[in-house]
């Protein structure tokens, strides 16, 4: 009995060392991940108003548009074609009535 508690004893004291070590690097990572995060969002206008003869950098080089132009984000293209999509859908249960 004597050899069961000394190993009992030393389970439960590696329990104690390595629990409190392993709970602060997880704590440790969550932050730092939870920090990289929101590190990263970045602000998106919902469009951009480019001038006739400006150039422009952009990942694939520079774009000089001929003309005044008006580009949308994604997010705001595919809100307006949810709202066509329920428009359709509205008008055609009403027509079907």
Excluded at 37 to 54: E, F, M, N
């Amino acid at each position: 009995m004597n050899a069961t508690n000394s190993k009992m004893k030393s389970l439960l004291c590696a329990t104690a060392l390595i629990l409190p070590a392993t709970l602060a690097l997880t704590s440790c990572t969550s932050v730092s991940s939870q920090n990289a995060a929101l590190s990263r969002q970045l602000y998106q206008p919902p469009t951009l108003h480019l001038k006739a003869g400006v150039p422009i950098q952009t990942a694939e080089g520079i774009y000089t548009p001929q003309e005044d132009e008006v580009w949308h984000s994604a997010a705001r293209f595919n809100e307006a074609e949810r709202e066509a999509q329920n428009l359709a859908a509205a008008l055609q249960q009403a027509t079907a009535k």
